[in-house]
């Protein structure tokens, strides 16, 4: 009788709580009297029939009857005054000689139920207990009388080691290849996890954005944007869980996505420009700054264009969404190295109608999206990992005193016509201010 408990075998656990359902224990002292259970009756049980092994306190128990197909050994702990309520039941009196020297117990059977009386339950106790496994339930020992090694197993429970029995597991676990149904279970469907999960989140977006189409009438065409891309991205997930072969999912996700431009490949690492709106920013702190004409939204203002004109723009394009700011920013997206901003990028012909986003062309910040995208990489979620560039491309903070300055400067002298109505006609900042106020600028500088 051991004192060592012993919390985890190779037959407890989720998995094989998982394989042996009909073979339970609850409020146990260690995982024990259930390994031994799932060693003896896993063979002897049938499938539709199950036992239980339950602890509790004579204050809590209550006298259940017998349930054909079911096999419940229940231990009861504390003071019972008398066993008269027990006479419906068979007293045990061999089990109660045979535990006289280990501890105080009494037992009773009916049909497929037995019922365990301690004053005081110890682990020792508790291990000895599991000796007398087949008396507890002797039809599932009647026809199959014990073997070699089960008897070993019993005995062992009396040594004051727990290495015999230990081992003796291992031997029944190995027998079972237990190891094997672990990892089936665990494996099950692995290889397609990311691209289901994925294929759910996308599936959930797009359902979201159709459920709000109509009622967002201002940000109409950025949610059509995004089920068109998301659509492109869920076309290719659903072609690599249904047939793993062809393109990759990173060759679809750039082929359907017209905003990014690949410039170069070198080994692990990909260098790309990509094109969108300026669409993710703090609306609250837009309308904090904007009003003020000395600040750094006004900063470095080309001559041309009056304080309360530009305000007028910026109102258009962060405030109303009647207009809309082609902004671009370039990266090398490495799969050992992480994402890096390419700070002063000479971009190509195809981004001369795109602003260059200060906070990246100026200044090489992406913020916690560098840190986002290392997390898609560990899940080797190469599409998730771009898309965190793609988005901090688009990303405006309105509380970076520094790169808003910039942007000032270098949209108001810009003349690429990165300002885009809602018909899709372009304009630069200029025109697009000329267009606002139906004529001329004033030349007057407030």
Avoid: W
């Avoid at 499938?47 to 419940?72: C, D, M, R, W």
């Avoid at 659509?231 to 690599?240: N, V």
């Avoid at 988005?391 to 405006?396: A, E, H, M, Q, W």
């Amino acid at each position: 009788m051991f004192s060592k408990a012993i919390y985890s075998t190779q037959f407890t656990g989720e998995i094989p709580d998982r394989l042996f359902t009909n073979i339970t224990a609850n409020a146990v002292l260690d995982s024990t009297f259930l390994t031994t259970m799932r060693c003896l009756l896993h063979k002897r049980l049938p499938q539709n029939e199950s036992v239980k092994l339950h602890l509790t306190n004579a204050n809590y128990f209550t006298l259940a009857e017998p349930q054909t197909g079911i096999y419940k050994i229940t231990i009861v702990t504390g003071e019972v005054e008398n066993f008269r309520f027990m006479r419906a039941y068979t007293r045990l009196d061999d089990l109660q000689i045979f535990y006289a020297r280990k501890a105080k117990a009494t037992f009773f059977r009916k049909e497929n139920n037995t019922v365990i009386f301690m004053d005081r339950l110890e682990l020792k106790h508790f291990h000895a207990l599991q000796m007398m496994l087949p008396k507890y339930i002797p039809s599932l020992f009647a026809e199959f009388s014990l073997t070699d090694s089960e008897m070993a197993l019993l005995k062992s429970l009396g040594n004051k080691s727990a290495v015999e029995y230990e081992k003796i597991i291992a031997e029944f676990a190995k027998d079972l290849d237990i190891r094997a149904e672990i990892i089936r279970a665990k494996l099950n469907g692995f290889e397609t996890a990311f691209e289901r999960k994925r294929l759910n989140e996308i599936s959930d977006e797009i359902r979201s954005c159709e459920e709000n189409y109509e009622n967002q009438l201002t940000s109409l065409r950025i949610l059509a944007a995004k089920i068109r891309e998301k659509q492109y991205t869920l076309s290719g997930l659903k072609c690599a869980v249904q047939e793993r072969f062809g393109d990759s999912e990173l060759m679809e996700y750039f082929m359907c996505n017209k905003n990014l431009t690949i410039v170069n490949v070198n080994g692990t690492a990909i260098t790309f420009v990509s094109h969108g709106y300026a669409d993710v920013y703090d609306i609250d702190a837009f309308e904090a700054f904007v009003g003020n004409h000395n600040g750094y939204l006004y900063s470095g203002l080309n001559t041309q264009i009056t304080k309360p004109q530009m305000e007028k723009l910026y109102r258009a394009i962060f405030g109303t969404n009647l207009l809309k700011l082609r902004i671009c920013a370039a990266y090398t997206a490495d799969v050992q190295t992480g994402l890096k901003a390419m700070q002063y990028y000479n971009f190509p012909p195809e981004s001369e109608t795109y602003l260059p986003n200060p906070h990246i062309q100026e200044y090489g910040c992406i913020g916690t999206y560098a840190a986002r995208f290392q997390e898609y990489m560990r899940k080797r979620d190469y599409v998730g990992g771009i898309d965190q560039a793609v988005v901090s491309g688009r990303n405006l903070n309105f509380y970076d005193s520094a790169a808003i300055a910039v942007l000032s400067r270098t949209l108001s002298h810009s003349t690429a016509t990165c300002i885009e109505d809602s018909e899709g006609n372009l304009f630069t900042p200029m025109g697009a201010i000329k267009n606002l106020e139906g004529g001329e600028l004033c030349q007057d500088q407030s």
